[in-house]
């Protein structure tokens, strides 16, 4: 059959890794310290190898590999990413996926950092209305994300959110436990409460815990078709 891609490889590393987690067997850490090695190994991959590393109880082979990561960092805009800049419809060169699985070993390894911040920013600008792309980046995108704010203790938020559009308040509400797991709260913005030119939106959180919010813009033009 066809040879695996290295990144194939990494990804059925760390789910027998999780199988097994905290049940350390030698044929696996074997398996882990030959994959480092590999040049073809990308950041998807590392990612996943780093949190298998840690599942084995390997910490000090996770921290070299995140080390590693940490360095192949992309700056886009205001947010950070990993994975390959060449267009492919290979699952595992997927930007989205990758940078939420990197993301997601780098807090492991180090905790919560101005880089694990930066490409959670940049994730985020990713999202298509409701969801990402497709659903598998989108399931991705939710289990790192759900393990990074349960190990940052942000499932018990307790803030009082307020949003304005140009000095008129639009929504206050209080954000509990209770609201983890319900849906988002989208707002639609009409023309009654906006202008021609500039327009101030500000939301304003006063209380513990992590707000996560997006913006979406969608206009119309006039004239002649293009």
């Known amino acids: ?38 040049d073809s190994l990308n950041d998807y991959g590392r990612g996943l190898l780093a949190q298998a590393a840690l599942d084995q109880g390997m910490r000090s082979e996770a921290t070299t590999i995140v080390a590693g990561l940490e360095r192949r960092a992309t700056t886009e805009g205001d947010g950070t990413r990993w994975g390959s800049s060449v267009e492919s419809w290979h ?3 997927d930007q989205v996926e990758a940078t939420a699985t990197v993301a997601r070993a780098i807090h492991d390894v180090r905790g919560e950092t101005d880089l694990v911040r930066s490409a ?21 995108v939710v289990f790192s994300m759900v393990d ?32 983890v797991f319900k849906p988002e709260i989208r707002l639609e913005f009409t023309g009654a409460q906006l202008r021609p030119g500039t327009n101030t939106i500000v939301v304003d959180k006063r209380g513990g815990g992590r707000l996560i919010s997006t913006a979406r813009i969608v206009y119309h033009a006039t004239g002649a078709q293009l």
């Open 91 to 93: 699952w595992y060169d």
């Open 1 to 38: 059959g066809a040879k695996l891609h290295a990144t194939e490889e990494a990804y059925m590393l760390r789910a027998l890794a999780r199988s097994e987690r905290n049940k350390p067997m030698k044929l696996l850490a074997d398996h882990i310290r030959a994959l480092m090695t590999r």
């Open 120 to 140: 959670i920013r940049w994730i985020l600008t990713r999202k298509k209305g409701t969801s990402w792309t497709n659903t598998r980046q989108t399931a991705t």
């Open 148 to 179: 990074l704010l349960k190990s940052a203790g942000e499932l018990a938020p307790n803030y009082t959110v307020t949003v304005s559009a140009n000095g008129a308040a639009i929504l206050s509400r209080k954000i509990t436990s209770d609201d």
